[in-house]
């Protein structure tokens, strides 16, 4: 398995050795106090020759003693100043680095695997300061981000297993019972592959629009609603279940077929987790000045905001959400959420009073929203 990590202490040992940062800062502070100290020494030097130094220590007699007499002194405060910024320049340069230092052994710790590692540098707000909290930010969401990847790798594991052990489970009847129907086993198995070619399906879709892997067109998502509606309808009323829809014009850019997806997803949604009989699905299209809004509500029973707050997880159903023959694969939110993130929308999903869902899918608003409003 490829690991990152590898690639970085390859590159580091690769790259030809050079001078350090310190050293560099160091070699820098010395020479500056050096040129300092000539400049100011080559004044003092001229100022002496022309005898207008008022505090001169020097009996000066011709230029020949003026520099004999100065040459020592030079010498001395130069040998002083480059030791001085030698030592200095190595104190301050890391003191100055030691920040830095920190977030290096913090990147190269998170490099080895580990993301719960942070900086966390004290002191008040400087440049560093705000590249060490920046480098924590991302640590935050680069584990949060692995985390939930692993988690969504671990569900969606156990859910093509278990097609899989059932279908494995069946032939190993069918094989030991030859007198078995077999009609029944291969209707069975008919159904149980059905459902996992949905979900394979479902996680391709889910993959293609996490990568925002799409051509974007103007699209109106009042006609996307009515084609989902229109498609759906043989399955409403199967249920019981009207559906009521309307609204106006919504100018939109994306892409069509993940928008009908998105659409379709929130309608199927609405319709399967409806009261058993005399169900209703609202769908509604709004246009606002800078996004536009379809609005899917449905009847059902009283879900609590915290059971609401993860309907949008990969293979989060529900409490007594499965029961039904066209439950899904329990990716139907998190498709229509990672949809709307990739048009920089967002999804919003709250309780309804009287029981059921109302999800508000909010994204921006394409050329000609403002010709509908107006």
Not at 115 to 142: C, I, K, N, Q, Y
Not at 188 to 195: F, K, M, Q, S, W
Not at 229 to 253: F, Q, W, Y
Not at 355 to 373: D, H, I
Request: glycine share 8%.
């Amino acid at each position: 398995m490829h690991n990152p990590a590898w690639d970085t202490r390859a590159e580091r040992v690769d790259r030809a050795p050079g001078l350090s940062v310190r050293l560099k800062l160091t070699l820098s502070y010395a020479g500056f106090l050096m040129l300092a100290g000539v400049v100011l020494l080559t004044a003092g030097y001229f100022s002496l020759s022309r005898g207008v130094h008022p505090g001169v220590i020097f009996i000066v007699r011709s230029h020949a003693d003026l520099l004999r007499n100065f040459a020592p002194v030079a010498g001395f405060v130069m040998s002083f100043l480059l030791v001085f910024g030698l030592l200095g320049g190595w104190l301050l340069a890391g003191r100055m680095l030691a920040p830095l230092t920190r977030i290096t052994d913090a990147t190269r710790v998170a490099a080895s695997g580990s993301l719960s590692h942070r900086v966390r540098l004290p002191g008040r707000r400087d440049e560093f300061r705000e590249l060490g909290d920046a480098f924590d930010t991302m640590l935050a969401r680069l584990e949060a981000h692995v985390a939930e990847q692993q988690r969504f790798a671990a569900n969606a594991s156990h859910e093509l297993r278990t097609p899989l052990a059932i279908t494995q489970t069946l032939l190993d009847v069918a094989r030991k019972d030859q007198s078995r129907d077999t009609d029944e086993l291969v209707e069975r198995l008919h159904a149980v592959n059905t459902r996992a070619i949905d979900l394979t399906e479902a996680l391709l879709l889910l993959s293609r629009a996490d990568r925002r892997s799409f051509s974007a067109h103007n699209v109106d998502l009042s006609l996307i609603a009515e084609e989902a509606t229109e498609t759906l309808l043989p399955l409403a009323n199967k249920h019981g279940v009207a559906i009521e829809i309307s609204g106006e014009l919504t100018p939109a850019v994306g892409s069509p077929a993940l928008l009908l997806q998105l659409t379709t997803n929130l309608v199927h949604n609405a319709i399967v987790h409806n009261v058993p009989e005399q169900g209703t699905v609202w769908i509604t299209t709004d246009a606002r000045p800078e996004a536009v809004v379809l609005t899917v509500e449905n009847t059902g029973e009283k879900l609590s905001p915290q059971l609401v707050s993860t309907l949008v997880e990969p293979f989060q159903r529900g409490a007594r959400r499965t029961r039904s023959d066209h439950a899904g694969v329990g990716l139907g939110l998190a498709i229509v959420d990672s949809i709307a993130k990739a048009h920089d929308g967002t999804l919003t999903l709250t309780s309804r009073a009287d029981g059921g869902l109302c999800a508000a899918v909010e994204l921006p608003a394409g050329p000609g929203v403002m010709n509908v409003m107006d």
